[in-house]
């Protein structure tokens, strides 16, 4: 069964009705969201989990209640890459070989090593299929 990896973007659509978009294509990118992330089969990282947490710490005020609800729920439903020396390792190489971002290439090592064959963001290239295994999909095109 596909395995797809799903970055913190995708998730805060679905949990921050973020008021600087427009309510029409917020409404839009929500809906995708939503159906993303009620998949089966979802890898994510700690990386994912802290980004999403400090977004509604900030953005939204959620408190250290609500905090510790959303990372429990996506402990309980989701497969959960936590970083070890080898995820490290191949964020460096496929730095020099893709170009990506630090931050990026963690979420690509992460996707990879959890066995992912898609990983959905809105900040990666669209298309791009790193070491033959993982497609990235920006499911808001």
Known sequence: MPLSFIDTNIWLYRLFDDQRIEAKERERK??????IT???????????????SVNLIKKAMFDENQIKAVIQSLYHRCQVVEFELTILESASDL???????????????????????????????????????????????
Request: hydrophobic share 40%.
């Open 30 to 35: 929500r809906k995708i969201a939503t159906a």
């Open 38 to 52: 009620e998949r089966s089969n979802i890898i994510i990282s700690t990386q994912v989990i802290n980004e999403i």
């Open 95 to 141: 730095r020099t070989q893709y170009n990506l971002s630090f931050w990026d290439s963690l979420i690509v090592a992460s996707a990879l090593a959890g066995g992912a064959d898609t990983l959905y963001s809105e900040d990666m290239q669209h298309g791009l299929t790193v070491s033959e295994q993982l497609t990235i999909i920006n499911p808001f095109k």
